[in-house]
């Protein structure tokens, strides 16, 4: 941390001041319902925010509370003496502290060099947080089918998946699984179906005879050809370029 940074931070806050020209405890308004003893999050943060950093106010004992959301505390300098769910605690310069919703703590008084930043956080904000991990997962998932359809899509006349593999820089059995798992389909069924798709295109708009189709599209063999053709399309070749 900067020094101008802490400077800034050490400065003495309104409500410091108050306390070193004679208030003896806790604005309670200003962190809690009266006869209350949560910290409520309404409070200190500004509306619409999930988060919020704000200086811990030094000079001054907290008596123990709760707080209605999850709270982080950074040592900037000095040092803090905390009493957690009955235990003392003594968080110095560099350490942070987490505290959930369910924790009981007391805070001795803190002196001009004992500089703390207090990180007021509200449960949705991991929800949030949590979302955005699945957004970028499904994003880094779309990006994977989108490699390898697009692939396919180049390439299914003659292209192995040994090939893909590399160009992907991916192990060749990793890679089959993930596919698998990801398309509901294995890389011979995505290959299979584009050639299918691209033969009975050929059949629908060119005056190409069915062998040549069945080369053009990667198969060799045409008994193969016609026999994969009807298990999809319910007709032979010849019969679906008749009715189409």
């Not at 200003?30 to 409070?43: F, G, L, R, W």
């Not at 987490?98 to 449960?123: H, K, R, S, T």
């Not at 290959?191 to 050929?202: G, I, P, T």
């Not at 708009?205 to 994969?228: C, L």
């Amino acid at each position: 941390m900067t020094g101008e940074i802490l400077e800034k931070l050490q400065q003495i806050t309104p409500e410091e001041q108050r306390i070193l020209s004679g208030e003896k405890t806790i604005e309670k308004e200003i962190y809690m319902e009266e006869n209350s003893n949560v910290i409520d999050a309404t409070k200190l943060l500004e509306a619409g925010k999930l988060i919020q950093v704000r200086t811990h106010t030094r000079f001054i004992h907290f008596p123990e509370h709760t707080h209605n959301y999850v709270e982080m505390i950074y040592m900037c300098s000095g040092s803090t003496h905390h009493v957690i769910n009955g235990e003392d605690v003594i968080l110095k310069q560099g350490e942070l502290l987490i505290l959930n919703q369910n924790a009981v703590q007391e805070i001795y008084p803190a002196g001009e060099g004992d500089v703390a930043v207090n990180f007021i956080i509200l449960p949705e904000f991991f929800d949030y947080g949590l979302k955005m991990m699945e957004t970028d997962a499904a994003s880094e998932q779309q990006k994977f089918i989108i490699q390898v359809l697009s692939y396919v899509e180049e390439h299914y006349k003659s292209g192995e998946l040994t090939e893909l593999a590399e160009e992907l820089r991916f192990d060749i059995y990793w890679l089959s699984k993930e596919i698998r798992k990801r398309t509901g389909k294995t890389y011979t069924d995505l290959v299979q179906a584009k050639r299918l798709s691209q033969a009975a295109y050929l059949l629908r708009t060119t005056a190409m005879n069915v062998m040549d189709i069945s080369m053009a599209v990667g198969y060799d063999n045409i008994s193969y050809f016609h026999r994969i053709f009807q298990k999809k399309y319910g007709m032979t070749p010849r019969r679906y370029r008749i009715s189409e």
